[in-house]
Nanobody, 125 residues
Framework: QVHLVESGGGSVQAGGSLRLSCAAS????????MAWFRQAPGQEREAVAV????????DLAGSVKGRFAISRDSDKNVLYLQMNSLKPEDSAMYYC??????????????????WGQGTQVTVAS
């Protein structure tokens, strides 16, 4: 089993920054990837960023490239999402998720086995 706990959300003004954390525990293999998703009210859950544990390769959704960065502290088993130049449209519940990299695509929520409870990000204009 895998347990994921997000933290670091909050309310900021447009242009501000936040860093989200996802503390992971349990049976996370090197063959796994870890990702951040977000979901605004009335909208579908969308992929934001991914970190492949074995290769440390990362990828970002087009809407956040140049503003967000994903990283992981392997010693602490914590995934981070550094969010800069935040916009009101970035407001959403942000979730951490993980799965084996070979199971489906990284940007499809239904392919994921494990999810955290989410942390709310609100960006005021």
């Amino acid at each position: 089993q895998v347990h994921l706990v997000e933290s670091g959300g909050g309310s900021v003004q447009a242009g501000g920054s936040l860093r989200l954390s996802c503390a992971a525990s349990g049976d996370i293999q090197r063959s796994f990837l870890m990702a951040w998703f977000r979901q605004a009210p009335g909208q579908e859950r969308e992929a934001v960023a991914v970190f492949y544990i074995a290769s440390e390769r990362t990828d970002l959704a087009g809407s956040v490239k140049g503003r967000f960065a994903i990283s992981r502290d392997s010693d602490k088993n914590v995934l981070y999402l550094q969010m800069n130049s935040l916009k009101p449209e970035d407001s959403a519940m942000y979730y951490c998720a993980t799965k084996p990299w070979y199971r489906g695509s990284w940007f499809t929520p239904s392919d994921y086995s494990f999810w955290g409870q989410g942390t709310q990000v609100t960006v005021a204009s």
